[in-house]
């Protein structure tokens, strides 16, 4: 979405204000399969002393895959979101700094560069999670499987050295 700015560009302590559900599609990564409840932005923009702020929330029920089990699990997305747009660039070490277009931000924009630099890289169902048996594929969380300990490495390499003859 874009908003228009033009309102509050040159008052000091103009504010405008924004709920809306941003598209997040192209922007989620692969383990993330949907949205249980929509993604939502809920924030404003204050022109303070003549630089305009923009602070808001952004939340969702995200469904997610598993990386370590495969089990879809829900994930309540609460993510902070602070930038300072300028209509041009004044400050080349600032990562919160937006470019206005003309009297516009794109809010969109501000926010999936947002989620993107806070995703997590990894995608866990529980920290804890114990992921699948490599030999027998059963999920570990739901209790242990039936077989017989972990083999080492060096273990693994004879058990195939004999298997091998
Ligand atoms: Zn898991
Ligand atoms: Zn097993």
Redesign the pocket.
Known sequence: MRIDLHEIIDVPGGRVAFDYEPDFSGVYPEAVLGEAERVRAKGEIVNTAGVLTLSAEVTARLRCL?D??A?EYEYELRLPVRAVLAEEQFDEENSDLYLLDGDYADLDEIIHTAYVLDMDTKF???EN?K?LCPKCGKNL?EGPCSCKGDISPQLAVLQQLLTDK
């Open positions: 598993c370590r089990c089990s866990l169902c529980n999670c992921g969380n």
